[in-house]
């Protein structure tokens, strides 16, 4: 399965603008992020814990990442932030299943981690 997509974030308020353009402006970044973590991020999650399910040992999870989850990202912060999330859960799902690509020692040293 895939999805995704994107969406530039919405322009600052200005210096001189009113608390209720603030608040507004405050209103549509929160909605930006939520709308990029809807498309690029939740699908992720349910396809991740579905193949975590039904998938076998051989199977193997991808999922698409993207440059901005590396640097900031003037102008896509919403989109950085969901993409810093999926990669985020794809290295913890690896990690956790013990299906990792690393080496063995460092699957090794996240397990103490997580013991402790």
Same mark, same amino acid.
């Given at each position: 399965? @895939?999805?995704? #997509?994107?969406? #530039? $974030? &919405? =322009?600052? =308020? !200005?210096? $001189?603008?009113? $608390?209720e353009d603030f608040m507004k402006g405050v209103q549509e970044y929160g909605d930006t992020i939520? !709308?990029?973590? +809807?498309m690029n991020l939740y &699908? *992720?999650? @349910? @396809?991740?814990?579905a193949a975590n399910r039904f998938m076998t040992d051989e199977g193997l999870f *991808? @999922?698409?990442g993207a440059t901005p989850a590396l640097s900031a990202t003037p102008g896509m912060l919403a989109y950085g932030l969901s993409k810093v999330a999926t990669h985020?859960? *794809?290295?913890?799902? #690896? +990690?956790?299943?013990g299906k990792a690509m690393m080496p063995r020692k460092g699957r090794q040293k996240a397990r103490r981690l997580r013991k402790n």
């Open positions: 399965c @895939a999805s995704g #997509g994107w969406m #530039g $974030d &919405p =322009p600052l =308020p !200005k210096p $001189d603008a009113t $608390d939520n !709308k990029m973590l +809807e &699908p *992720v999650l @349910a @396809a991740g814990y *991808v @999922a698409i985020h859960f *794809v290295q913890t799902l #690896g +990690e956790t299943t």
